[in-house]
């Protein structure tokens, strides 16, 4: 079965420092597509940044980057010199043949960003 | 400007009456669904649409109900048959749902039933 974890429950960091929020996946498709989201206090759900699973090369964008490894089933995400308005909830979530392309979605990681 | 809207966005009711949850989307996607939140969740998938008057039930059906009748709309029914309704609501479209394509959220429904 397909699972999402998400490791850090909470983390808190001072602006300006870099921070990676960590996602592991389990699946036994060979194709399937990764996920993250951000959640801010206002509640909707964000989309950050999708990828499949035969592209394992590192994505950066602005201050986000992300770090696909097949080799230990990761997908974690790093902000640089982070800022206040990072403060959110992030979520990872998969998505592969076997669960019929829904969304499974990790319990997510509060990132709590201080002045 | 293209995307989803949900209303409303606080919703209050009494234990037992049934409530419907409102979700639109101008973004001409196929693929159409409902997630619950609890506090320090994850989402939880509802129902699924992936396409007019076609639905399935996801990991927490019970409870609740849909409809498809046309593309851009995917009311939400909470019954009084489900038993902890109180939660976040998110809805959600893709451009279709078989393909791993991202999916685009909705701002959410509070529904707090006492």
């Known amino acids: 079965a397909q699972k999402v974890t998400q490791a850090q429950t909470e983390i808190s960091v001072v602006e300006k420092e870099d921070v990676t929020l960590d996602c592991v996946y389990e699946t036994r498709d060979t194709t399937y597509y990764l996920f993250w989201y951000k959640q801010p206090p206002s509640g909707e759900l964000v989309f950050l940044i999708r990828r499949n699973s035969f592209d394992e090369q590192n994505e950066i964008s602005g201050r986000y980057s992300w770090n696909f490894q097949k080799s230990t089933s990761s997908f974690n995400f790093t902000i640089t010199a982070s800022q206040v308005v990072d403060s959110a909830v992030y979520f990872c979530a998969l998505s592969d043949r076997a669960g019929s392309y829904q969304l499974t979605f990790g319990k997510g990681t509060k990132l709590s960003v201080i002045p | 400007d293209g995307g989803i809207t949900q209303s409303p966005k606080y919703l209050f009711r009494k234990e037992g009456q049934n409530v419907t949850l409102s979700c639109e989307q101008n973004?001409?996607?196929?693929?159409m669904y409902w997630y619950r939140q609890d506090p320090g969740q994850g989402l939880r998938l509802i129902y699924y649409s992936q396409i007019v008057n076609d639905f399935q039930k996801g990991d927490i059906a019970e409870g609740y109900s849909v409809s498809r009748e046309k593309k851009e709309s995917f009311p939400l029914t909470v019954t009084s048959a489900q038993k902890n309704p109180t939660a976040f609501y998110l809805c959600?479209?893709?451009?279709?749902?078989?393909?791993?394509?991202?999916?685009?959220f909705g701002p959410g429904t509070r529904l707090t039933v006492t």
């Open positions: 959600a479209s893709s451009i279709d749902g078989t393909s791993g394509y991202e999916q685009y």
């Open positions: 973004l001409n996607h196929d693929a």
